[in-house]
């Protein structure tokens, strides 16, 4: 396991273009698939997106697809999400997940369970 500590989270207006990073701890980083989940109130945690470990993969849900890019620095042990063009809808506590790669032969990299480390979450608020 590996831990994260995600920032970059705040109150922001609509169709600003924040950026969230999230800092890993040790040396294996570029094992990891590390996605993005968020979780709305009242809502469940849900798949934003995902990045391989050589950065050379990525995946998103539709809903930020086109608007949101995940990229990572396995040098710095850092992945980010990129948001552009943010919506009120896309206000939620945002999650940085990593996960071995192997962990992902037979799981799909848009569900929680291949991921075993998760940092404490940034929130994130879209005014309109």
């Known amino acids: 396991q590996v831990q994260l500590v995600e920032s970059g989270g705040g109150l922001v207006q609509a169709g600003d273009s924040p950026r969230l990073s999230c800092a890993a701890s040790?040396?294996?980083?570029?094992?990891?698939?590390m996605g993005w989940f968020r979780q709305a109130p009242g809502k469940e945690r849900e798949f934003v997106a995902r990045?391989?470990?050589?950065?050379?993969?990525?995946s998103y849900a539709d809903p930020v697809k086109g608007r949101f890019t995940i990229s990572r620095d396995n040098a710095k042990n850092t992945v980010y999400l990129q948001m552009n063009s943010l919506k009120p809808e896309d206000t939620a506590v945002y999650y940085c997940?990593?996960?071995?790669?192997?962990?992902?032969?037979?799981?799909?990299?848009?569900?929680?369970?291949?991921?075993?480390?998760w940092g404490q979450g940034t929130q994130v608020t879209v005014s309109s």
């Open positions: 040790g040396r294996t980083f570029s094992t990891y698939v």
């Open positions: 990045i391989s470990g050589s950065g050379g993969v990525t």
């Open positions: 997940a990593a996960g071995p790669t192997a962990a992902f032969k037979s799981t799909s990299p848009r569900t929680e369970r291949a991921y075993d480390s």
